[in-house]
Structure formats: C-alpha cells, structure tokens
C-alpha cells in the first residue's frame, strides 16, 4: 500500500503508514527516497481535504493507469480527486476558525489512527505490541 498527501495532509498520510508498518503491514510514504514503483494489484490511500490538490489528482491517475486500486480520502466526495479515485472515503468537516485545512487534517488523524487500532484488533494484534516495530535511533 501507498499513502500519499501534500503538506499537513500528507504528513497524516505518512503517519498512518507508519502505523501499519509498524503492525507488519508493507506500505509506503509517497515522496520518500525509499519508495519504490506502484504497481498492478498496489493501492493507492490518497488524502486531500479539497479533494482538487494536483498532485495528489495526478498520483491517482498514475497509479490507476499503472493497475493499481485508488482510494481517495477527502472532504469532497464531489471533488476532481474523488471522481478520479476508484473508491471515495469523505471526510466532511465544517470551516473553523483554525488555520487553513486543520479541522480536515486532525480529522483524518483520528479516522486513519482508529482504522489502524481495527486492522490490529481483526488481526490479533495486542496493541502494546507496536512497541517493538517502534524507532529506536
């Protein structure tokens, strides 16, 4: 799996494969050195709380020409981005009085965080167990 997003977004992204790295998942930041080649049978977990963020409309179309499943989170089920992914996850927060897009990106936290602590409670996982696969440099 691939997890891609721009600026805070993006970082929520890489947050959350880092979480299903550490429950023995192979997954990838997008825009990491180490990030190899998407390819046919990958998913694509694409975040963008506009939904209309060209990079992330552009990894989507790749990844989808290149065979792979796209699932794009967002707060537009009607954006371009949306459109474009092969499953859509809304995300829909009202405007607050934070700056730009936080509401959208400490949403997605929590609903990416929480799908983290189901995928290891169907898999078995004891939670105290990510511990062990934590950074340790």
Same mark, same amino acid.
């Given at each position: ?7 805070? =977004?993006?970082? @929520? ?5 880092? #979480?299903? *790295?550490? !429950?023995?998942w192979? &997954? ?37 020409a290149l065979?792979?499943? =796209?699932?794009? @989170? ?5 954006? #371009?981005? *949306?459109? !474009?992914?092969?499953? &859509? ?49």
């Open positions: 799996m691939f997890a891609a997003g721009e600026g805070r =977004t993006g970082l @929520v992204a890489a947050a959350f494969a880092t #979480r299903l *790295a550490q !429950l023995g192979t &997954v990838f930041a997008v825009g990491e050195p180490t990030t190899p080649a998407i390819r046919a049978g990958d998913l694509l977990l694409a975040c963008t709380g506009s939904g209309e963020t060209p990079a992330v409309c552009r990894q989507i179309e790749t990844a989808q065979g792979a499943g =796209t699932l794009c @989170v967002t707060g537009d089920a009607k954006s #371009r981005a *949306a459109k !474009l992914a092969s499953s &859509v996850l809304e995300i829909p927060t009202t405007p607050s009085k934070q700056l730009g897009r936080s509401a959208f990106e400490q949403a997605l936290l929590l609903v990416l965080d929480g799908l983290a602590s189901a995928i290891a409670q169907k898999a078995g996982i004891d939670p105290s167990a990510v511990w062990s696969s934590h950074a340790n440099l």
